[in-house]
């Protein structure tokens, strides 16, 4: 596929007929159920129900659209995601202008997604990463056999025009495989939602790292392991928003967002060493501050040409990425719990309370011998879902009598 020529018609995607625009698509996706994010609905697109979602006259047109977009055996996809302007009377109809919105919407929704994932649950569990919510936007004309892709540049977009839809094709990213998206956390979309209409504090520190997060979390092969561990750690720094910028700081900010939580001492700890320097003024902290701390030194590593020998390292790169995939989504939700925007469910709070064992626990070898990750955060959630319960049926018979 070449590039042919730049957009230049500054009314694009504002045409006045119904059969000629742009439609987005989130192809590699496919959601449980339409999502509404800020002005825009994420829908589910099967290949046999098109026209109940964009009308009769398009949806031939789309029909061929998807067939552009085809899987790792090189046969079209039987369904996606597509983006919809909400009560709209050609929803389906995307202008160029809104894309950045559509962007935004986007990354909102992947984080949504992204905060429900689970991991080591079973060797063939679905393996969410942002890769999945790549959109893909293009004009298209009812009884047209052309299509026209677009494709934001430095300096300016790219529309791509004159080909025909026999002649191009999306393949599937190698990363897109084994991936499902099973729950959407929609109590989270509309949290963030009224974060924005409120001008709440946290929403440029939200926007500003869940670009570095989102990037360190798109298994991509351009990016290696200590790459996204450095964005990770740039993510962390983002929404913490620490004093100083250096791992003291960092560590400190995410101990203090995560104070209610803390459950385990590096002195208490199985596995986890403190640095040979500061083991007396360590062995008091919450093992997850250690971690943080970790991060952020191997984020400095990367940037200053190696690991200083006096400080203990007690997590690979991969496994930080698991952590900061796990965490910093609870991040996010306990910032937007202490504006009172968000109410954190027994299940959270238990992952929360679980944190400090999970970084304590045996990552296993082989299957053999599995990581103990998927049992401890199990129980730390029953648990904290059984103490409500509990809780609740003690005030409702206290009530009674």
Known sequence: MTASNKVSNPNAGNWPLPS?????????????????????????????????????????????????????????????????RARHPHAWNIPRNHWDLVAQATKTLALACLAEQRFFEGHFSPHLNSTMFRIIGQGVEAGSDRISPFFPRRGGGLQIGGMRYKDIQFQRPAQIEGTECHVVNQHLIKAIAKARRSNCSIIPALELSLDTFLLAHAETSELDWKTCVLLSAIAFEQILEPAIPNAQAVAAAFTDCWAAFARRTIAKAKRIKPDSKYVEAQKNWPIHRKWMKELYEARSSIVHRGPKSEFSQNWTDWQHLVIAAFTYPLIVKLRLAKEGLYGLSDREIGACEALDELLDSSWGKGWRNP???????????????????????LESKAKDS
Request: aromatic letters at 8%.
């Open 371 to 393: 990581p103990e990750w998927p049992t401890i955060l199990g129980l730390a959630e029953g648990h904290r879902e059984l103490q409500t319960t509990i809780a609740r049926a």
């Open 20 to 84: 000629a625009g742009f439609i987005i698509f989130l192809p590699w996706l496919t959601l449980p159920g339409c999502v509404r994010v800020d002005r825009f609905r994420f829908c589910p697109l099967q290949i046999t129900e098109i026209e109940s979602i964009v009308g009769r006259d398009i949806a031939p047109t789309v029909e061929k659209v998807l067939k552009c977009y085809v899987g790792k055996s090189g046969q079209p996809v039987k369904s996606c995601t597509i983006v919809l």
